[in-house]
């Protein structure tokens, strides 16, 4: 992994946008160089959240890391 004088997380930003992933981002207010939220999807993912578009509820409050964020892990079986 070479991230070329970037920070990890504009080398990881610059990576989903190569790989056309769908993500979204945010920062804190009082500080913009630091991320808040991060959602990423894989392409794949997408279309067939698309195809199936029905019901999708995420809830990630019952655990966190060691920074207090939530982990959201989804799983799909067709």
């Known amino acids: 992994m070479d991230i070329s004088g970037t920070t990890t ?9 190569q790989q056309e992933y769908f993500f979204r981002y945010s920062t804190a207010i009082e500080n913009p160089n630091r991320l808040t939220n991060l ?3 894989h392409p ?6 698309a195809q199936s ?19 959201l892990n989804i799983c799909g079986v067709l």
């Open 53 to 71: 578009p029905d019901i999708l509820l995420l809830d990630c409050t019952h655990k966190t890391n060691r920074f207090q964020m939530p982990l």
């Open 9 to 17: 997380v504009q080398w990881l930003v610059n990576t989903l946008q």
């Open 44 to 49: 794949e993912s997408i279309q067939l959240l």
């Open 39 to 41: 959602f990423f999807a």
